[in-house]
């Protein structure tokens, strides 16, 4: 999951959809991590703002802490979800042309195809809401992607 900053919408998204595997069973099969496209943040926790959005929801996101986009990052993960545009163009300029990672956008996984996670950062507290609403029905989406890729035939 990858954002700007990576202190408010991607470390959302990891935890979300962290929680949604462990939910399902699947956590020990999927590792999840969120990055920034810049490094402005790196060891910083979340945003305080989005840790108690997502906190009043049940997610938890005091553990993580802010890191930039490396190279390797291609190479260790299947999919690398961009929250918008902007942060999708960066990450395939940083994307070798062999890299095996699928690189997109988190919102193409549901019904929000070619929509950005809005950035809530400048905004008030129903852009935090947005947020999770956006990213909840996104990983719902891509819980079901995952299933499929794990267990093709269907069974869980």
């Known amino acids: 999951m990858v954002c700007m900053g990576n202190i408010c919408r991607s470390p959302t998204a990891e935890g979300v959809l ?6 399902a069973g699947l956590a020990r099969l ?5 990055a920034g496209t810049h490094g402005y943040y790196s060891g910083n926790p979340p945003d ?3 840790q108690r ?10 553990k993580l802490r802010a890191r930039r986009v490396r190279e390797e990052d291609f190479e260790r993960f299947d999919l690398v979800l961009a929250m918008d545009d902007d942060n999708l163009s960066e ?4 994307r070798r042309p062999d890299s095996p990672a699928e690189v997109g956008l988190l919102m193409d996984h549901c019904d929000g195809r070619g929509r950005s996670v809005p950035d809530p950062y400048y905004g008030d507290a129903a852009g935090f809401e947005r947020v999770l609403d956006d990213v909840e029905t996104a ?7 995952l ?3 794990l267990h093709p035939g269907g069974t869980s």
Do not use: F, I
């Open 18 to 23: 962290r929680r949604k595997l462990s939910d």
């Open 30 to 34: 999927v590792e999840v991590d969120s």
């Open 48 to 50: 305080p703002r989005a």
């Open 53 to 62: 959005h997502a906190a009043k929801r049940g997610y938890d996101l005091s």
């Open 91 to 94: 990450l395939e300029s940083l």
């Open 139 to 145: 990983c719902d989406s891509l819980l079901a992607h």
């Open 147 to 149: 299933r499929q890729r």
